[in-house]
Structure formats: structure tokens, C-alpha cells
T-cell receptor, first 115, second 116 residues
């Protein structure tokens, strides 16, 4: 089966650091994505990991451990505009070139940044 | 490159009516996906096109749903005999040709469907 778990809500203070965890159990794995989604808007791409380790992109970093089925998104120097939902998604690709690279999403973590 | 666009942004319809949504992917993106998102949940995959060929459909896509991508560019998603359970945000995403490692899906703003 497909199962992706992330906390429902988190609260943090402006200027602080927050870590959003994601665990997954999927039948196929070909990379893990993090998307940001503001209310009523489209998901926007933040980061992608396919190998174990840390990927850093400005204030955002994402970590992957494939053996543990675990990832986290780290947000530094939080700003009020970072208040949004953060979606963890696994790319499920069975290995055939005519297959989709569909994403299996978690339910999202709603982050509230307070002054 | 203006991003993925979707039309309409909002649709309110009565139960039993048919609705059609349009998605225009990023130009030169040959891969196109439709997802559905309900409140408080992540997007769920519905169907996938590679150029004009519909190569994968989710079990979520009942017989009342049909999708097309006639010339390998824009796509339409039609829902016949809508039900209240169809109320959701319908998201379209596209990605460029290439191996999985290079594939990043970019989402449109979505069409929010409300079935009364």
C-alpha cells in the first residue's frame, strides 16, 4: 500500500527554524518532493531528493534517508509569508518508460508562523 | 513561459450537470497530469498523458470522468452527471521530456468545483 505521514499542524515563531518530518511506505520510490501551498493556490515546487543526504536551497533544506523511509524539510529564518501548507510527495515510478511519474502526496502540514 | 494555466478557476454547478475544465501546460512539456484535491488533503492522482496518449488512469477516475489531450498540447477533463462528492479542486501539472531524475511537475492554479 501507499502511506505518507506528516504532522497535521505546526506553529513556529518568525525568525526561528522549523523542521517538518515526513515518513513514507510506498510500493515504488523514485524520489521525494516537497511543495509549498498557500490557501487556495497551486502547490509550488520547493525541493527534490532522490539520494540520501541533505539538499540545501537558500532558507530551505531537505533531507532524505531511503533506508528509513524518512525525509524532513528544514525552514530557516522563518518569515510570515512562510505560513502555508507543506506537502511531502513520493514519485512512484514502476520503471517503464511509458509509465507516469505520478506523485503520491501526504495530507500536508499546515505551518503557522507567529510574530 | 507563462506557467500552467487552467480555466475556469471556479465552477459552481447543480448535481447532474456536466462540466468541462481546460488545462494549458507549459509549452514544450509533453507530460501532463490531472490531480484532485479535497480540503485538508494532498492532491490525488487522476490521470496522465504523454503527448496525446493517455497512458495511465487512477481507479478514482470513474466512468463519469473523461480526459483528452487531442493534439498533445492543452487537455480537457470532463465530468458527466456531477455528484456532490465531485466537489474538489482539480489541479493540472506538466513536466518536460526526460528521465525521472529530471522530472519536476509544475502545477496550475486549479479549478475549484462546487456541486450543489
Amino acid at each position: 500500500g501507499q502511506n505518507i505521514d506528516q504532522p497535521t499542524e505546526m506553529t513556529a515563531t518568525e525568525g526561528a527554524i522549523v523542521q517538518i518530518n515526513c515518513t513514507y511506505q510506498t510500493s515504488g520510490f523514485n524520489g521525494l518532493f516537497w511543495y509549498q501551498q498557500h490557501a487556495g493556490e497551486a502547490p509550488t515546487f520547493l525541493s527534490y531528493n532522490v539520494l540520501d543526504g541533505l539538499e540545501e536551497k537558500g532558507r530551505f533544506s531537505s533531507f532524505l534517508s531511503r533506508s528509513k523511509g524518512y525525509s524532513y524539510l528544514l525552514l530557516k529564518e522563518l518569515q510570515m509569508k512562510d505560513s502555508a501548507s507543506y506537502l511531502c510527495a513520493v514519485r512512484d515510478w514502476p520503471g517503464r518508460m511509458d509509465s507516469s511519474y505520478k506523485l503520491i502526496f501526504g495530507s500536508g502540514t499546515r505551518l503557522l508562523v507567529r510574530p | 513561459d507563462t506557467g500552467v494555466s487552467q480555466d475556469p478557476r471556479h465552477k459552481i454547478t447543480k448535481r447532474g450537470q456536466n462540466v468541462t475544465f481546460r488545462c494549458d501546460p507549459i509549452s514544450e512539456h509533453n507530460r501532463l497530469y490531472w490531480y484532485r484535491q479535497t480540503l485538508g488533503q494532498g492532491p490525488e492522482f487522476l490521470t496522465y498523458f504523454q503527448n496525446e496518449a493517455q497512458l495511465e488512469k487512477s481507479r478514482l477516475l470513474s466512468d463519469r470522468f473523461s480526459a483528452e489531450r487531442p493534439k498533445g498540447s492543452f487537455s480537457t477533463l470532463e465530468i458527466q452527471r456531477t455528484e456532490q462528492g465531485d466537489s474538489a479542486m482539480y489541479l493540472c501539472a506538466s513536466s518536460s521530456p526526460g528521465p525521472p531524475r529530471a522530472d519536476t511537475q509544475y502545477f496550475g492554479p486549479g479549478t475549484r468545483l462546487t456541486v450543489l
